[in-house]
């Protein structure tokens, strides 16, 4: 085929060292992200205890102060726990996670995830832009700081719903809304 694109390519092609011709055929071929994309489960709620550490009277207190929290503020925040990070950081498995599933409303990524990993014992709380101002960093490791008494007695449905607790009235306090769910 004469002026088809690949026979046209062909003699500059051999002119040009053949590692070069590999490493660019592996970046056309190859997606940027390769090795470090995970598929994620699809969340099934605010509450993902895919650990199975969270007792059930617990995780329906969770659901019902994230629920009330994101209808009244506008804020969402998700709670994740599993078994293994599979060799990843805690930073890049909370910060990927977070972005596959849009924890937070687009319109303003007022979001957090608060995750827990039994295999490792670690915990993250990933941060949305929209909350940067209100969890500084100090702030987020100081109520992170509140769980470990608890992560380390194995009492995670405590340690979960404390940090639960402490980040939703932080953001209810700052919208100036009452959460009946705090008190319960």
């Known amino acids: 085929m004469i002026g088809s694109p690949v026979s046209g390519?062909?003699?500059a092609m051999r002119r040009w060292p053949a590692a070069l011709v590999l490493f660019i055929a592996a970046a056309i071929a190859i997606p940027a992200d390769a090795g470090t994309s995970r598929h994620f489960p699809r969340p099934t709620g605010?509450?993902?205890?895919?650990?199975?550490?969270?007792?059930?009277?617990?995780?329906?207190?969770?659901?019902?102060?994230?629920?009330?929290l994101d209808q009244k503020t506008n804020a969402q925040i998700a709670i994740v726990t599993v078994q293994t990070l599979a060799g990843s950081s805690i930073k890049?498995?909370?910060?990927?996670l977070f972005n596959e599933w849009g924890i937070g409303h687009k319109a303003d990524n007022r979001g957090?995830?608060?995750?827990?990993s039994m295999a490792?014992?670690?915990?993250?709380?990933?941060?949305?832009?929209?909350?940067?101002?209100?969890?500084?960093?100090?702030?987020?490791?100081t109520i992170g700081s509140q769980m470990v008494?608890?992560?380390?007695?194995?009492?995670?449905?405590q340690a979960l719903l404390t940090c639960t607790r402490t980040l939703a009235s932080i953001v209810a306090e700052e919208k100036r809304v009452q959460l009946r769910s705090l008190s319960q």
Not at 48 to 66: G, H, R, S, Y
Not at 92 to 96: G, K, L, T, V
Not at 149 to 156: E, G, I
């Open 46 to 68: 605010y509450v993902n205890d895919f650990a199975t550490v969270i007792d059930a009277n617990t995780k329906e207190q969770l659901e019902a102060l994230c629920t009330e």
């Open 9 to 11: 390519m062909l003699p």
């Open 149 to 157: 008494p608890d992560l380390k007695a194995q009492h995670y449905s």
């Open 92 to 96: 890049d498995y909370a910060q990927r």
């Open 112 to 116: 957090l995830l608060i995750l827990l």
């Open 120 to 141: 490792e014992h670690k915990y993250r709380i990933e941060v949305g832009l929209g909350f940067e101002t209100l969890f500084p960093n100090a702030r987020v490791a």
